[in-house]
Structures are given as structure tokens and as C-alpha cells.
């Protein structure tokens, strides 16, 4: 009988030595993120890419390189398969014909946390798990906090008060034990940590110190690889905060390299971040293989405020790996690309995906995107997650008033 998951163990990142994946792990002795491996010889052998397309809609049909170990632990909400959307006015209007949108906005929970929150909560329970804690800059915890609930496990988590209101909304009624922290999700960090360590059975899932959350977040990579016929586009952009989605498109694109289900040159990978809080971008372009803390850090796109992310290393070398680049934008920049592409394209994007919009007509402005090339940005939420980054300043009429 077919395993459900090829799971063979965990890799340090830094060291490559390796954990056991079948205990509760963080990260590894020297404090760097665990990696999950495969053995993808023996899902080379056998799956097929059209075995794939005949599973449903969603993104446990690749469950052979994801971690949990049987079918029935699988605690989903039907997340995954957003779609790969094409913009054609818009990207008339930015010079890149061939732009396109993976979004994510249409998933679970309204924002591509879910990915995450789905393989980390599955596999978390399956370990024996009985409840998760992290901080968050809303977006994740509102996630998790529902995925949790769906598992019917505990969730304690910490957001900065001046999180998105939308995702405390989320966290309350779904039961999680919800703070507001008088500062930036740092600060949170520091407070779960200090509650997990005098607690019992709660396991830490901040970012990437639990190995799990990229496993969902690379099967974004899958998908758009699907989408496009076993193709890779030239390019894909992606909000950088703490970047775990760009590590883990980079590891799917490495795996499916592997596996023999794609060939040719990787596409160019894109760290996007604010010019408030451009961590990965000054080290990327100081050549520097880590980042040094971003002081007094804001951007009105909430999602991508973190002035130091433990994986910065994996980020900045993933784009380096494939030539790809990091760019900041404003915070006036990213606004006007989330009207523009609203008027455009009536999609409401969230505006982390609208900094990669902004983006993409820099980097086409100063050359380095060419006009025949196939884009791809990752809207990571919907708009109406973040309604404060519209005004709506419109005249009331009297009942007996008239339309001028």
C-alpha cells in the first residue's frame, strides 16, 4: 500500500544535520529553521503529474511531499488551488502584457496564511499536539486560531494592537486566547515564548520555529507550476515579511526539479518589502548573507512589518540562487497600485500584494522586468481584510434627493 506521505526526516538550514520528524520539534540546536525532507525517488516512482491533475481542487493533492503521515489526520477547510488570474489591462498599462495574479485572497480565512495554518495545525495534532502559541501580525494567527479550532485544539496568541481589527475578529470567535501588545510582532514573540515555556502542552508555532508552516506555504509553488502546464513564468514576486513563502516556493521548485516535473532555468524570485521596513532589501543589496534589525519599523502594509525575520538567510539566498533581485516600495507607491489595479482589473488586493504591483512597474521602468516576459505576483490576501487602506469620502443624498 502507497504511503499517504513520503516524509523521511528533518534538516537543519544552517548545518544540515538531521531531527527526527515523528517527535514535536522547533528549531534546530544551533537555533536555525528545520527543513522537511522526502523521498522523492520514491515519489518519482511512483506519481505521476497526471495522476495529480485527477485529485481535487485543493493543495493536499500533493500529499506525497507533505508531512502528514495519514489521510484522516488531515484537518483542511478546502484551502489551496487559488486562482492564476490573467491581467491583461493592467499589465498593458505597466508594460508586462503577460502579468499575472496567484490569488490568494480566495482561500480559507482570506489570506494565504491558511496554507500554513492547514499542514501545520494537521500535522501538529498528529503528533499529539493539544494547543499552538504564537505572535503574529494578524494574518497567521487568525488562521491558525481557526485551523486550531477545526483540529479542536487549544490556540494563545499574541498580535500588535495595531494588527488588522479583521483578524482579532477572527481569533475571538473561533476561542483562541487573544493579546494586544503595545508594540511590533517582536514584542509579541518575546511574550509567547516566556507563556509556552510555563505552560504545558502548547508548542511554540511562530514563524519557522516549527518546520511545518512552509510546507504549506511551497504548495503555492506547485500550483502555480501546475496552473501554467508544468511551466515555470520568468518571474514571481512575493511580499517579504518574514518570507516564508518565497523560501517555500523555492524549496517546491527544487523539489519538483527533483522529481523530474519541471525542467529549464527557475524563475527569478522577487523579495518585495516596504521602504518603512526594508530589512531583506538593504542586505540583499548590501551583499550581505543575513539582514541586521530594521529600526523603527511601519508600513501600512501590516503583514510584511518585520524587522528581523529568522529566515532571512534562506530568503536572500533563494533570490540570489535565482538571479532574481529585492525591491522596496512606499507606502504612497503600493496605495496607488492597489487603486490602479482595482479600476483595472476589479480585484481588491491586500496591500502586501499591491507593494508587489508597485513593484512590477519599477522593475519594468528600470528595465530589469523585459516586456515580453511572464509575471507572477502573489496577491497574499484579500482587500477587504484591510478596509482602512481606502477612503471613502461620497456625498449622502436625502431621500427625495436627486443624482446630479
Keep these: 500500500m502507497r504511503a499517504y506521505s513520503s516524509l523521511s526526516h528533518l534538516e537543519c538550514s544552517r548545518t544540515s544535520k538531521t531531527y527526527d520528524a515523528d517527535v514535536v520539534q522547533g528549531t534546530s540546536e544551533v537555533g536555525a529553521p528545520l ?17 495529480i491533475a485527477g485529485r481535487g481542487p485543493d493543495l493536499w493533492r500533493y500529499h506525497e511531499v507533505l508531512p502528514v503521515r495519514e489521510a484522516g489526520n488531515v ?3 478546502g484551502e489551496g488551488m487559488t486562482p492564476l488570474l490573467d491581467l491583461p489591462a493592467y499589465g498593458k498599462q505597466v508594460g508586462v502584457p503577460g502579468l499575472k495574479m496567484k490569488d490568494e485572497g480566495l482561500i480559507p480565512t482570506g489570506a494565504f496564511k491558511a496554507r500554513g495554518a492547514a499542514v501545520g495545525v494537521s500535522r501538529a495534532a498528529e503528533l499529539g499536539v493539544t494547543g499552538i502559541a504564537m505572535p503574529t501580525n494578524g494574518n497567521a494567527g487568525a488562521a491558525w486560531s481557526i485551523y486550531a479550532a477545526r483540529a479542536g485544539i487549544r490556540s494563545l496568541i499574541a498580535m500588535p494592537v495595531d494588527a488588522p481589527e479583521i483578524t482579532r475578529t477572527e481569533c475571538v470567535v473561533s476561542g483562541a486566547e ?31 520555529k516549527e518546520p511545518y508552516r512552509i510546507e504549506g506555504k511551497k504548495t503555492m509553488g506547485y500550483e502555480i507550476v501546475e496552473q501554467l502546464g508544468w511551466r515555470t513564468p520568468d518571474v514571481i514576486l512575493y511580499p517579504t515579511g518574514g518570507g516564508v513563502g518565497i523560501i517555500g516556493i523555492y524549496k517546491a521548485l527544487l523539489e519538483m526539479r527533483e522529481l523530474g516535473w519541471l525542467t529549464g532555468d527557475l524563475p527569478r524570485l522577487v523579495a518585495v518589502q516596504s521602504t518603512g521596513c526594508a530589512p531583506i532589501v538593504e542586505a540583499f543589496h548590501a551583499g550581505k548573507a543575513e539582514s541586521t534589525a530594521f529600526p523603527d519599523a511601519y508600513t501600512i502594509a501590516f503583514g510584511i512589518t518585520v524587522p528581523k525575520a529568522l529566515g532571512d538567510f534562506l530568503v536572500l539566498a533563494a533570490v540570489r540562487a535565482t538571479n532574481g533581485t529585492a525591491i522596496a516600495v512606499t507606502d504612497e507607491e503600493l496605495l496607488a497600485a492597489q487603486a490602479a489595479v482595482a479600476r483595472a482589473e476589479g480585484a481588491f488586493v491586500c496591500p502586501e500584494g499591491a507593494a508587489c504591483f508597485a513593484a512590477v512597474e519599477q522593475l519594468r521602468a528600470s528595465n530589469w522586468l523585459a516586456e515580453d516576459e511572464n509575471v507572477v505576483v502573489l496577491n497574499t490576501g484579500s482587500g477587504l481584510k484591510y478596509p482602512g487602506t481606502v477612503t471613502v469620502d461620497v456625498p449622502t443624498l436625502p431621500v427625495d434627493g436627486r443624482i446630479p
Design 178 to 208: 487573544l493579546y494586544l501588545v503595545d508594540g511590533l510582532i517582536g514584542d509579541a514573540g518575546k511574550l509567547i515564548a516566556a507563556a509556552v515555556a510555563g505552560r504545558g502542552g502548547y508548542q511554540d508555532v511562530s514563524t519557522l
Design 35 to 51: 527543513l522537511a525532507r522526502y523521498d522523492l525517488e520514491r515519489v518519482a516512482s511512483t506519481v505521476t503529474r497526471e495522476e
Design 75 to 77: 484537518v483542511t477547510l
